[in-house]
């Protein structure tokens, strides 16, 4: 959920798209075919920070800042990540993109998917990473940890970047306890979006880092629902998955400091940039 190195220069020259009955906060950098970048919980999209000058070398990167994080101010809604998608998919219309690549980590790689499964017809290519999509898939001792975020953790985490990021940038630095109930909300909840997977048309490239939330079995798993790793590629690719889908499992990294590695943004770019 988390990342180290959440602050850049460039951040805070955004604007605001009324999408949705939600202010929704979204930057633009650099120039190329559009890329939308989505933060994981309790971030922004400052969470990029290592790995933006790379992406905008050769995208037109929008950040965007999801329903009550960042400079985006809650509503009065639960966090859900088919709504949350329904408002990607709003913004995508509002700035007018034409079939943009929808990149998301973590929460973000979650609304990411749902944005190809609700609106296909919007994505060009979605990357999603260190999104598990079966809440079981998760390690226990992360579930226990999940099952502790309440209004009431808000006083021990004033010393971690979630907090410090939240009363720097938030429009209401007060609502940070009320984030955390409804992120504890929605993470206990049940989900298995298993078969809303199996159908994507989207071409989508699974990333995980390799000591990720959910073992790499699982993104393994993931990667057969779309037709991957189900037999050899062939001499001319004739054996890869249909649908163009991939598979990237980034070694000597964790969930909390996947987005900060050049591999990240390599693997990334390099799966935009295929032509099937």
Do not use: C
Not at 216 to 229: A, M, R, T, Y
């Amino acid at each position: 959920m988390t990342s180290t190195a959440w602050t850049a220069d460039s951040f805070g020259s955004g604007r605001y798209a009324d999408v949705n009955g939600i202010n929704l906060y979204y930057e633009t950098h650099g120039g190329g075919s559009p890329l939308i970048l989505l933060h994981g919980g309790l971030g922004s999209g400052e969470m990029f920070a290592a790995v933006l000058p790379a992406l905008t070398a050769r995208h037109r990167v929008i950040l965007v800042d999801l329903q009550g994080h960042g400079r985006t101010a809650d509503i009065d809604r639960p966090l859900d990540l088919t709504l949350m998608a329904d408002d990607v998919a709003a913004l995508i219309d509002h700035l007018g993109l034409d079939q943009p690549a929808v990149v998301g980590f973590s929460l973000g790689g979650g609304v990411a998917y749902h944005v190809a499964i609700r609106h296909p017809e919007k994505v060009s290519r979605l990357v999603a990473a260190s999104a598990h999509i079966r809440r079981d898939a998760t390690y226990p001792e992360i579930l226990q940890q999940q099952g502790q975020v309440t209004a009431a953790a808000a006083e021990f985490m004033k010393e971690t970047p979630m907090y410090e990021l939240y009363q720097r940038v938030a429009p209401r630095p007060e609502d940070f306890p009320k984030l955390l109930d409804k992120a504890g909300e929605w993470m206990a909840q049940d989900f298995d979006f298993t078969e809303d997977v199996r159908g994507l048309r989207v071409p989508t490239m699974v990333v995980a880092a390799d000591a990720d939330m959910a073992p790499p079995s699982h993104f393994v798993e993931v990667f057969k629902l779309l037709d991957g790793g189900l037999r050899d590629g062939g001499w001319m690719n004739e054996g890869r998955p249909q649908g163009g889908h991939a598979l990237a499992i980034l070694p000597g990294l964790t969930h909390y400091n996947i987005v900060d590695s050049p591999l990240f943004a390599a693997v990334t770019l390099a799966f935009l940039e295929q032509k099937s």
